[in-house]
């Protein structure tokens, strides 16, 4: 059922000490979440069902600036963020901009290539007292190889700290990240006071690969601040019928 | 050969070579009437700004014998070498070393060492040691004694010139025929005291230069700023170098440190070349440390790009900015791990980025939405953190940051009414022209194109506007109606059209249309 797996979804997504996007900060555990952790016993760092860890985001094209808003609730505010940015990802797509962002200590790197972003993310990734990394990248650099993530990926679950590496406009070659998403912007919600006005922004997520768990598609919205499943893609109109609220 | 520059009256000689001067050339002369003396005088035109930044490399080089090195006057060095000579085997070594030096770069000087400023001025420009018996002829450098009377036994000889007067007071003194320093020493002081009482005073500098009154640079205590420094037998020239002279350094600097109860800031490594010049590269952190690892890796990355040509024969390990630490700790934030693990990695990210790459944010009070928001860098080196102007905006006053940490929730937190949150989360650094679809003059927009796209406008909400500042910004600039839109897909933007028709104000002037611009994504 549709529900569920989003839950687990996104707790693997936002990982330990992240807020919960579904329902009350439940800590994950691999048997509430139906997830098989049993590969990951014995590893040298944390279990990958579990631990933060490296997850890609695609946005489809860098004119679309909605996955920041799928994101950015998956953060734990309360420790510093990073926020690396390749110089590219900042002409095309804009820098981020702090007043719209919720309250939190904030450190932004502007990078000037990719080589620049990718060493100041693991570098951020050593540092154990950061919420998440998260890092922009625009296209496809030659230098953002599976080696590359796959070193982003062990560095985050070392360091127990969350990685988001954001592709724009990139094609989703290999790649050593743990769960990969697609992201776009859906047509918002109704907007209860104004017909004719946007109303809560909604997702079009697809995680894509995911270690130990099935694929899936979901349509997903943020109203007062937590996720809430909307419909099964291509179920129901958006905004009717039932939603979960948690 | 002579060094001209152009006067009132054509060239002027400026400097001339000891065998112009044996010809009868001196500075300050025309060159026709020292063409006139000698038909054969090369001329050849000053360059005083070239001679001014040679001269400050010079003092910049000279920092191997004392951290205080003033450029004084258009041709000269002052060095405070208390505390210093010992390292070189006294004053005569000192200056031994210092013409040793001097001579391997092809420069002559005239040298000498005094207990006063002036004193050592005097010395190094009018003590002529040739007649004094015992010298064997050669130029050797003036020591001036230590106690007052000893000084004044050596100033006596000198000219009055020597005691830094302007001319129209050593032509005074002159024409009353008191030609030497110990002429003027002799007569009473009262009567002296009469005669000039202008700023130019012959007693003032007669006792600035004996040490009966402080001078104005010495008598206020310079703090001298922490400081290691090692001295190679033999010029290195491999790329390591630097990052090897670093294991005797930091722990030196840091020995200093801890002595002193202080926490480096900003440090430099400067390396000393055999050919005179310096190579120098520096760090900063984001709070006090004097953790020798910590202080070692910062600095082993800029250590290798120091480039040695001929080879380094010197390394200085400076801390030019310290902050107060405690003796105990090793860093401000010993207990709360978490602060001090950011402010290394802070550190680590500024020194192979760049300070201006890493960067926090600050809030500023402006209503414009680019200038609500500036950005203040993580290490903050408070030499001029607020300088930059504001992104986006040309020729305006930045606004002055709030009274507000530059984190910890500086920013009020974004206010979501219904649906979409006011603010956006991205904002482009420069708005970009839109072409928009709107049924004028204030209509809501219904399309438009940005960077070659299509976007069909399916919800809109606005619009809201935001006045220009002017008390801020140039006279004509227009109001922004911002909208917030949705297309047909659910990308959101935020929007603005700049004026109204018929404001009369920008383009407006000449009958354009307002333009659109598009200047932030939501998320």
């Known amino acids: ?246 | 050969m002579a060094l001209t520059i152009e006067g009132a009256h054509g060239p002027v000689i400026h400097a001339v070579t000891s065998a112009a001067a044996g010809q009868g050339a001196r500075p300050g002369m025309r060159l026709t009437d020292a063409r006139t003396l000698h038909p054969e005088l090369i001329a050849v035109p000053a360059d005083p700004a070239g001679d001014e930044a040679a001269l400050r490399r010079l003092a910049r080089w000279a920092l191997r014998w004392s951290p205080l090195v003033e450029v004084d006057g258009a041709d000269g060095l002052r060095l405070d070498v208390g505390g210093v000579a010992h390292l070189f085997g006294g004053e005569a070594g000192l200056i031994a070393d210092v013409e040793e030096r001097f001579e391997a770069l092809g420069l002559t000087l005239r040298s000498a060492v005094a207990a006063t400023a002036g004193a050592a001025w005097a010395l190094a420009r009018y003590y002529d040691p040739s007649p004094l018996a015992g010298e064997g002829g050669a130029r050797r450098a003036a020591v001036g004694g230590r106690g007052e009377r000893e000084l004044a036994v050596r100033l006596a000889p000198l000219p009055v010139a020597a005691l830094r007067l302007s001319s129209p007071a050593t032509r005074t003194l002159e024409r009353l025929g008191l030609k030497t320093i110990g002429a003027l020493a002799g007569i009473e002081r009262r009567s002296l005291a009469r005669r000039f009482r202008e700023a130019d005073n012959p007693l003032d500098a007669l006792d600035r230069a004996l040490g009966r009154k402080l001078e104005p640079l010495t008598a206020e205590p310079v703090e001298v700023p922490p400081r290691a420094t090692l001295r190679l037998a033999e010029p290195v020239d491999h790329p390591e170098a630097g990052a090897q002279a670093l294991n005797v350094l930091v722990p030196r600097l840091v020995a200093e440190l801890e002595a002193r109860k202080l926490g480096a800031r900003t440090l430099s490594l400067a390396g000393f070349r055999v050919d005179g010049s310096v190579a120098s590269a520096s760090v900063a952190t984001a709070i006090p440390s004097r953790d020798p690892a910590h202080l070692a890796r910062l600095l082993t990355d800029k250590a290798e790009t120091l480039d040695p040509r001929f080879g380094f024969d010197a390394f200085a390990l400076t801390a030019e900015w310290s902050e107060p630490l405690g003796a105990a700790q090793s860093s401000l934030v010993e207990e709360s791990t978490g602060e001090l693990e950011v402010a290394r990695l802070i550190d680590r990210l500024s020194v192979k980025l760049g300070p201006r790459a890493v960067r926090r944010p600050q809030a500023r009070g402006s209503h414009l939405p680019e200038q609500a928001s500036g950005w203040v860098g993580a290490v903050a080196n408070g030499l001029s953190p607020l300088s930059r102007r504001g992104v986006g905006q040309r020729g305006f006053a930045v606004p002055a940051p709030l009274s507000l940490p530059p984190f910890h929730g500086s920013f009020p937190p974004p206010q979501g009414g219904e649906g979409v949150r006011k603010l956006p989360q991205r904002l482009l650094d420069q708005p970009e022209v839109i072409a928009v679809i709107y049924s004028t003059p204030e209509g809501v927009p219904r399309r438009f194109v940005w960077r070659r796209g299509v976007h069909d406008i399916a919800r809109v909400e606005g619009p809201e506007r935001i006045a220009p500042e002017w008390w801020r910004q140039a006279p004509g600039a227009r109001l922004r109606d911002y909208y917030r839109v949705e297309d047909d897909v659910g990308r959101r933007y935020w929007i603005y059209r700049e004026g109204v028709i018929g404001d009369g104000r920008g383009r407006d002037q000449q009958g354009i249309a307002p333009m659109w611009f598009l200047h932030g994504l939501f998320g």
């Open chain 1, 1 to 246: 059922m549709g529900v569920i797996r989003v839950a687990a979804a996104l707790s693997l997504v936002a990982g330990e000490g992240a807020v919960a996007p579904f329902g009350p900060a439940a800590p994950c555990s691999p048997a509430k979440a139906g997830v098989q952790t049993g590969e990951a016993v014995g590893m040298p760092y944390r279990p990958a069902g579990c631990g933060p860890t490296l997850s890609e985001l695609f946005a489809a094209t860098s004119r679309d600036g909605g996955w920041t808003g799928f994101l950015l609730p998956q953060v734990n505010s309360a420790r510093p963020l990073l926020w690396v940015q390749e110089r590219m990802a900042v002409l095309q797509s804009g820098r981020i901009y702090p007043p719209g962002l919720p309250s939190r200590d904030l450190i932004h790197v502007e990078a000037r290539d990719a080589r620049g972003a990718l060493w100041a993310m693991e570098e951020g990734l050593r540092c154990g007292a950061l919420a998440a990394v998260i890092g922009e990248l625009w296209g496809d650099s030659k230098v953002l190889d599976f080696t590359a993530t796959r070193r982003l990926a062990v560095a985050a679950e070392r360091s127990g700290v969350a990685c988001w590496l954001v592709r724009l406009g990139g094609t989703a070659n290999l790649s050593g990240a743990r769960m990969r998403w697609r992201v776009a912007s859906a047509p918002s919600l109704a907007n209860g006071l104004d017909p004719r006005a946007p109303g809560a922004p909604a997702w079009d997520a697809e995680l894509f690969r995911a270690r130990g768990r099935p694929p899936g598609r979901w349509m997903l919205n943020n109203d007062s601040g937590a996720f809430d499943l909307v419909t099964e893609p291509g179920d129901r109109a958006l905004g009717e019928g039932e939603r979960r609220t948690a």
